[in-house]
């Protein structure tokens, strides 16, 4: 395995944000030479990114086969859309390596939980919007295209079942101004790529309709999309195995543990 890091400074980015890469090393003795890549968006509520749902599932992946990525975007207190210029970054800089890194240059799959999941939902929203190429710098819009999108938990409306807080974080003092721009509900469109969601009927944080609404969005867009609604589970199980832990010991379900098979057998469908 190859791990390459890069230092990521967009407009409003704070210190310490970074895009790590594990690359499965080619070989000629692979049949395999190009790999999809995954690359995660942990959660953290906007206040930071959690460990748990990033080394913990990126190397789930990279079992499975995949290149992996992780990105630890700017959380408060930068804002919007700083994160999302961070995520278009790593995407461009994936792009630009993909043949040294024998990376599929049109698989390329963002995976984001909780608010985590909000980042890459948004980017799939908007990394079409004339604000994502001029900040970016680039003339070649579909560089900044994601091929597929796997969602955990995720925040997405800011309307009645939404995780208030983390609007509230990512906005700060334009939280009035761009608080229907990002609840993601309205934002979908063509643009956004084929989708794999999970959540848990009891998540008591981010409540289940945040999947549905989202859900019932691609399915007005006719956007294909596989969604899985586990009958019990607290937020934020990341693996949902004893890997992924918290000091309160209540991320353990093995209802959800399967989420990474299903996740993996959707991959191998469609990349």
Sequence with gaps: MICKEFDIHEEGSLEGVKLTIYLQEASESLLIKERPLVLLCPGGGYSYTSDREADPIALSFLAKGYHAAILRYSCSPATFPTAILELGRSILIIREHAREWNVKNDSIVLQG?????????????????????EKLGITNRAML?????????PVITSGEHAHRDSFVKLLGDRYDELLDKVSLENAVNENVPRTFIWHTFTDQSVPVENSLLFATALRAHDINTELHIFPEGCHGLALANDLTLGMEKKELSKACEPWIDMANRWMEYYF
């Design 113 to 133: 939980a909780s608010a985590g999941g909000h980042l890459a939902a948004s980017y799939c929203c908007m990394w079409n919007e004339n604000f994502v190429e």
């Design 145 to 153: 295209r994601p091929n597929g999108l796997i969602l955990c938990y």
